[in-house]
């Protein structure tokens, strides 16, 4: 059972802040890592994906990944309160075929 | 115009009934899912079809069936609905693979079963 873990949250922050969100996955064949945003009852968009070891930075996003660790994260830095949502953590399961979701962690940016 | 649509956005129906929920695109992709979303739970996937003669099931395919009727539509259907069954629907396509190949979601259709 291959297995995305994420903290639930919620994870407050106030604005101007950096926010750190984490996901942790189970599949070590795992090749490709994908971020979602999805404000409530909306459907998820895509943030960034990553599949490099390493840093990945689009504005004021940060994507990390560490496959020795099983670990990738998101940084959103300068917070502001529309970044306020779900963000999903997604796996792309071996050979590129389907997509492995963790069940999100919530952010509330305060003003 | 939206590139995912899904039809309906909302619908409430009764035990034993029978639904279907569509999706078309027009992004020119090839793979086309379903899944659906509980609160708490995350998506999980129902089915998927990787081009119109591949039908395959997800993590949590028992109680639903799909049609692929072409490259831009693909159909889903509760064949006698049950009230665990109401959720949020999500319609996602792709393209051919590759790292990545990113999924794009429709709006989402909520259905509740009584």
């Known amino acids: 059972q291959k297995e995305v873990e994420q903290n639930s949250g919620p994870l407050s922050v106030p604005e101007g802040a950096i926010a750190s969100l984490n996901c942790t996955y189970s599949d070590r064949g795992s090749q490709s890592f994908f971020w979602y945003r999805q404000y409530s009852g909306k459907s998820p968009e895509l943030i960034m994906f990553i599949y490099s070891n390493g840093d990945k930075e689009d504005g004021r996003f940060t994507a990390q990944l560490n496959k020795a660790s099983q670990y990738v994260s998101l940084l959103i830095r300068d917070s502001q309160p529309s970044d306020s949502a779900t963000y999903l953590c997604?796996?792309?399961?071996?050979?590129?075929?389907?997509?492995?979701f963790g069940k999100g962690t919530m952010l509330l940016v305060s003003p | 115009d939206a590139d995912v649509t899904q039809t309906p956005r909302n619908r409430i129906t009764k035990t034993g009934k029978r639904i279907m929920l569509e999706c078309s695109q027009t992004?020119?992709?090839?793979?086309m899912y379903w899944y659906r979303q509980d609160p708490g739970l995350g998506l999980q996937l129902i089915y998927y079809s990787f081009d119109v003669k591949d039908i395959n099931k997800g993590e949590i395919s028992d109680g639903y069936s799909v049609s692929r009727q072409a490259q831009a539509k693909f159909s889903l259907s509760l064949e006698s609905a049950i009230p665990n069954q109401t959720a949020l629907y999500f319609c996602?396509?792709?393209?051919?693979?590759?790292?990545?190949?990113?999924?794009?979601f429709g709006p989402g259709t909520r259905l509740t079963v009584l």
């Open positions: 992004k020119g992709h090839d793979r």
């Open positions: 996602a396509t792709s393209d051919s693979g590759g790292p990545s190949d990113t999924q794009y």
């Open positions: 997604a796996v792309m399961n071996s050979g590129y075929s389907t997509l492995t």
